[in-house]
């Protein structure tokens, strides 16, 4: 099972955080409130995941420990940060976190960073390549949360942004349909791995409700109700 560790000098973000993780996505949580307590629990224990606040006890902590955590392989973390100074910003950019999170940020937003970044060792996805406008784009197929059929094109939502694309929804099927994605409706596609619950008539992803068919509540009680 995966174990995160949440580094935040803030308790209320902190338990907010241990919140979504423990509850929302079943995975194991530990608080640190300070960088030097972080760095004990990480040389005691192994952590999949390490939230990181750029902000600690003082402008520069966050940095210095995401910096002990590369050199130390205590794992992979995200950066947590409401920091807006160039300075700070420029020093982060040097590191190599698997994400940032731009405080406030949303359930969904930590849910989907989380997920992903602890997912992105394993899952062997790969990208989808397709054209926007006269450029090529490579999406981590682990990165789109559901496509949706719109006349001559498909939307294409993912964690970060939305496309509109001259594809068919038939076309993003076939290149998706064996890597945890299913057609719920006869013009939509969904990401099976962020969907919280489902009925008859729809399909829960956390910020939204999508429509359902019949056929696509049959697909969805096959897959999950075995």
């Known amino acids: 099972m995966s174990k995160v560790l949440i580094v935040e000098d803030e308790a209320l973000i902190a338990e907010h955080l241990h919140l979504i993780i423990s509850k929302d996505l079943g995975i194991e949580a530990d608080i640190a409130y300070k960088a030097k307590v972080a760095r004990t629990m990480l040389q005691e224990q192994t952590y999949d995941l390490i939230l990181v606040d750029i902000n600690l006890e003082s402008e520069r902590s966050?940095?210095?420990?995401?910096?002990?955590?590369?050199a130390n392989a205590w794992g992979d973390y995200l950066f947590l940060t409401a920091q807006t100074d160039k300075g700070v910003l420029e020093e982060a950019r040097k590191l190599h976190p698997k994400a940032y999170l731009v405080k406030p940020f949303k359930d969904i937003e930590v849910s989907m960073a989380v997920g992903l970044a602890l997912k992105d060792e394993d899952d062997g996805l790969g990208d989808l390549v397709f054209k926007d406008?006269?450029?090529?784009?490579?999406?981590?197929?682990?990165?789109?949360?559901?496509?949706?059929?719109?006349?001559?094109?498909?939307?294409?939502?993912?964690?970060?942004?939305?496309?509109?694309?001259?594809?068919?929804?038939?076309?993003?099927?076939?290149?998706?349909?064996?890597?945890?994605?299913?057609?719920?409706?006869?013009?939509?596609?969904?990401?099976?791995?962020?969907?919280?619950?489902?009925?008859?008539?729809?399909?829960?992803?956390?910020?939204?409700?999508?429509?359902?068919?019949?056929?696509?509540?049959?697909?969805?009680?096959?897959?999950?109700?075995?």
Not at 62 to 70: R, W
Not at 136 to 164: C, H, M, Q, W
């Open 133 to 226: 406008g006269w450029t090529t784009v490579k999406l981590p197929i682990a990165s789109i949360r559901y496509a949706e059929a719109d006349g001559n094109y498909i939307k294409l939502f993912s964690t970060e942004r939305s496309y509109l694309i001259r594809y068919s929804l038939s076309w993003f099927y076939e290149q998706v349909a064996d890597k945890d994605f299913l057609k719920i409706h006869r013009a939509r596609v969904v990401n099976t791995r962020i969907i919280k619950r489902y009925n008859r008539s729809t399909v829960d992803i956390g910020d939204e409700e999508l429509p359902v068919s019949k056929s696509g509540y049959q697909a969805l009680a096959a897959l999950f109700e075995k």
């Open 62 to 70: 966050g940095l210095e420990l995401a910096a002990e955590i590369e």
